[in-house]
């Protein structure tokens, strides 16, 4: 099944049963959340005899970050006294410190939008200690143990706090153990999975020991239970019922996964944020919002909108939004588009510029607003409730009449299934005092407002105060939808990091092998530490055997051989094994390169010959359908089609003329970028141009065939070409444009809806490098390892920055290659996972 028959294969019916639960062999039900002063849970400590060594593990999500707390830091867990530890430090690091620290200060903890699982083992008999994050070591500055730990005679122990509670946590903690006197190896609490850290079961691993405690959150009534069978209960102080959250690191038959939240990364001048990125509200005049953390383009959703304060003096909008929307990228006067959204306007509620009422009445203190999204049908509807004196939710409005989401009958708006991917997204005009409490599946109590209800959807995950419409999941990971073909839990060959891969190695001058995880069909290969061209190889042209036929990306030389000395040959076939052999020459193995490797799978070099178009075209396509390598001879008649090979229309395409001089072609069909092009071996500007200028193409000429212009770069006469096209594939490959906004520390974010393994930025309005960023090169945040495409330059680190995260990636500065004010911007990103199986990076 291709990505283009059918784009919402669901998994499990979208998380629930069947292969969600094979993949998640342990599932985490519940988290607490905490972040309010004088909330924590605490057990005193006593009779500890020989504090020598400690294991730690929890998962966390946090909620703020850089300064956002209270003070300068967020402990996790903590003494009452402060001298033990685990905390967030207001740079975004993390550290262990009790009289000694386990710390690094350079790995930074900036992703709002998913999980981080942490473990941490100390011992003061081998003077230090390790930290894990989501199953890989950290590399420590400082690593000196102490003497006490947490687990200290006199002491409270306190979780989601420290200090008594002076000092809070931000954020969501699940699934806690603390070991006393015992180290536990990091893997009995996770394992990686086809490429996804997830949980496992320690306790069955366990001898649990008189001062140890497992925290499960498992009753919202006694949510300091310890679980470990101890009874070394966690006393609750200022934790409420309603703090038990259905947000976790897994999904499946008893867990519902990471839930979307307000999206705090995203600038949101002038608005407030509260309730662990649930509830906003604004108290100035002025115009500000801000988008959610989880999007989607296929599949069936429902979320909730509980109206908190109903002082209202201007304009309200509940909606959705583009991921290019400039509201993700600038602070100024934004609001949601109408297209896709419910709005006020001094009191009237509008639809599609229509006045409408939902229910009879306009929203009021009390009101809850149900909201469904139907991607594979294209309709939107919006629902209402009586408030405190009428809980039934309705989803009538007085401009389509009665709606009934579960059917499909009479939606409040439209648009064209399947062609769209759209965010959550609220924004505030002008209002005073106005705030809502939101659930997207997380907890229908809304922070104490109401009492939960406790419904849930078809998978029988998340909770909700109504009974979200049949066919309807929660906005949620466990409901998200993903292709078969790219879905790491349906199976072991075709998920992301089986299509597209990293690999670094430094150069023995020696014959040797390089292992891959599969056999690629497309390589880009250059040395970072050191100036060398960007050679780009493909097994439509003959990477293997008697020529390793090259291009250079930085170049606009005609393609050529590598040289005997230089040769690359072929050791495995087929899609779960790879490798390659080096020799021993200079260009790709010298003893003084470290060498990068970015590498793509297609067909396995198969390729098949298409003459549905004007010009024939050889061509092979990815698993997903959404990327291909093509080969043409041009004809130098104009706006000629030959097929491109993919399931469906492609957004990007990358062109070379083989047999002579000429520029790499790049050009995209998205709204800035359909009639302009530019060269990857330039830092020139877009340009315009479409056939006229005798570049550009047009992805017009039918779902299959692609437009070529006359000449030049892309149909001489006689001339041959290799090009390459991509389409947009929800969770592993997204064209797009962002806008810059000029602002150090707090650049535009970027969705994606995948965590990246790779960026790349372009300026389009202005002369700027285009940008290669990575996470082989750059483990962990910030990502400043950056290398130029259009240059043979070696890696540089004092350019522009980014943070690569778990739905996307950020800017980090305010330089030219990623984020200068009010310039236009391209990327095109790779996945590691998609987001429905990312970590917290």
């Known amino acids: 099944m291709s990505l283009g028959a059918n784009k919402q294969a669901l998994m499990g019916a979208a998380g629930s049963g069947g292969a969600a639960d094979d993949f998640y062999t342990h599932q985490i039900a519940n988290s607490c959340r905490f972040g309010v002063v004088n909330s924590y849970l605490t057990r005193a400590i006593s009779g500890v005899t020989d504090n020598t060594q400690n294991t730690i593990s929890f998962w966390v999500k946090r909620s703020k970050i850089s300064g956002a707390p209270a003070s300068s830091r967020q402990p996790v867990m903590g003494n009452s006294g402060g001298a033990g530890q685990l905390e967030f430090l207001d740079a975004d690091t993390f550290r262990y410190a009790s009289y000694g620290t386990l710390e690094s200060n350079v790995q930074l903890f900036r992703d709002t939008s998913a999980w981080y699982h942490f473990y941490i083992y100390r011992s003061t008999s081998n003077g230090g200690g390790a930290i894990y994050v989501n199953g890989v070591q950290v590399s420590l500055t400082t690593n000196t143990a102490g003497s006490a730990g947490i687990f200290q005679n006199g002491q409270s122990l306190q979780i989601g706090a420290s200090n008594n509670g002076s000092v ?9 153990y603390g070991i006393y006197d015992q180290n536990i190896a990091h893997t009995e609490f996770g394992e990686f999975k086809n490429g996804v850290w997830i949980p496992k079961d320690a306790a069955s691993a366990i001898t649990f020991g008189s001062h140890d405690f497992h925290l499960k959150f498992e009753s919202s009534g006694d949510l300091g239970n310890d679980s470990s069978g101890n009874n070394n209960d966690f006393t609750v102080t200022n934790v409420s019922t309603h703090d038990q959250m259905k947000d976790s690191p897994t999904f499946g038959s008893s867990s519902t996964g990471n839930c979307c939240t307000l999206s705090p990364l995203t600038n949101q001048s002038g608005l407030t944020i509260t309730e662990n990125n649930l509830k906003m509200s604004r108290s100035s005049a002025g115009n500000v919002g801000i988008p959610t953390t989880m999007g989607a383009s296929t599949g069936k959703y429902y979320f909730e909108v509980y109206w908190n304060n109903d002082t209202q003096v201007g304009n309200y909008v509940w909606g959705f939004v583009e991921p290019d929307s400039s509201i993700f990228g600038s602070n100024a006067a934004i609001e949601v588009p109408a297209t896709y959204s419910l709005r006020n306007n001094s009191g009237n509620t509008y ?3 229509s006045i409408v009422t939902m229910n009879g009445t306009d929203p009021t203190t009390g009101t809850i607003i149900g909201v469904a999204i139907d991607f594979d049908n294209g309709k939107i509807f919006y629902g209402q409730d009586g408030g405190s004196g009428s809980r039934a939710m309705n989803w009538n409005n007085s401009s389509t009449g009665t709606g009934v989401p579960q059917s499909g009958t009479n939606p409040a708006q439209t648009f064209t299934a399947g062609s769209i991917t759209l965010i959550p997204a609220f924004s505030i005009s002008s209002i005073g005092d106005t705030n809502w409490i939101l659930n997207f599946g997380q907890s229908s109590a809304f922070s104490g407002a109401l009492t ?21 999941t929660g906005w949620t990971t466990g409901g998200l939808t993903i292709s078969d073909e790219i879905n790491p839990a349906e199976t072991d060959d075709n998920f992301p990091q089986k299509l597209f891969g990293i690999l670094k190695y430094t150069g023995n001058g020696s014959q040797r092998t390089i292992s891959t995880a599969f056999q690629f069909d497309w390589l880009w290969s250059r040395s970072s530490v050191q100036g060398q061209n960007w050679y780009n190889f493909d097994t439509n042209r003959g990477i293997f055997g008697s020529n390793n036929y090259y291009l250079k990306i930085d170049a606009d030389d005609a393609e050529a051989d590598l040289p005997q000395d230089n040769y690359i040959s072929q050791t495995a076939s087929g899609s779960d094994a790879g490798g390659y052999v080096l020799s021993n020459g200079s260009w790709f193995n010298s003893g003084s390169h470290t060498q990068i490797n970015w590498f793509w799978r297609a067909n396995g070099g198969s390729t098949s010959s298409d003459a549905s178009g004007d010009i024939t075209s050889v061509g092979q396509k990815d698993p997903s359908g959404c990327f291909s390598i093509v080969t043409y001879t041009g004809s130098g008649t104009q706006a000629q089609t030959i097929a491109h090979h993919l399931d469906q229309a492609p957004i990007a395409f990358i062109a070379k003329k ?34 006229g200028g005798g570049r550009s193409f047009s992805a017009n000429a039918g779902s299959s065939l692609m437009a070529l212009e006359a000449a030049g770069e892309m149909n001489g006469s006689g001339s041959t070409y290799v ?59 910030v990502s400043e390892h950056l290398l130029q495409l259009d240059l043979s330059d070696a890696e540089r680190t004092d350019l522009d920055e980014i943070d690569i995260l778990s739905n996307g990636f950020k800017c980090q500065s305010n330089g030219g290659r990623t ?21 917290a990076r």
């Open 452 to 472: 939960s209800q406790g419904n849930t959807d078809g998978n029988g995950q998340g909770d909700f105060y109504y009974s979200p419409p049949t066919g309807f």
């Open 168 to 176: 809070v946590f931000d954020g969501y903690i699940a699934d806690v």
């Open 658 to 691: 083989r047999n002579g001089a000429n520029n790499w072609m790049f050009t995209a069909g998205t709204s800035y970028m359909n009639d302009r092009y530019a060269y990857l071996d330039s830092l020139g500007a877009a340009q315009g141009g479409l056939y």
């Open 723 to 781: 090009g390459y096209f991509f389409s947009n594939c929800e969770g592993y490959i997204k064209i797009g444009e962002y806008d810059g906004n000029g602002t150090t520390g707090d650049g535009t974010f970027v969705y994606t809806g995948f965590r990246p393994a790779m960026v790349i930025t372009k300026m389009l309005d202005g002369g700027a490098e285009w940008s290669v960023y990575d996470d082989v090169r750059d483990t962990y945040n």
């Open 819 to 839: 984020n200068q004010s009010s310039k236009k911007y391209i990327f095109l990103a790779f996945a590691k996972n998609p987001f429905k199986y990312s970590v």
């Open 351 to 353: 639809l599609n510029g």
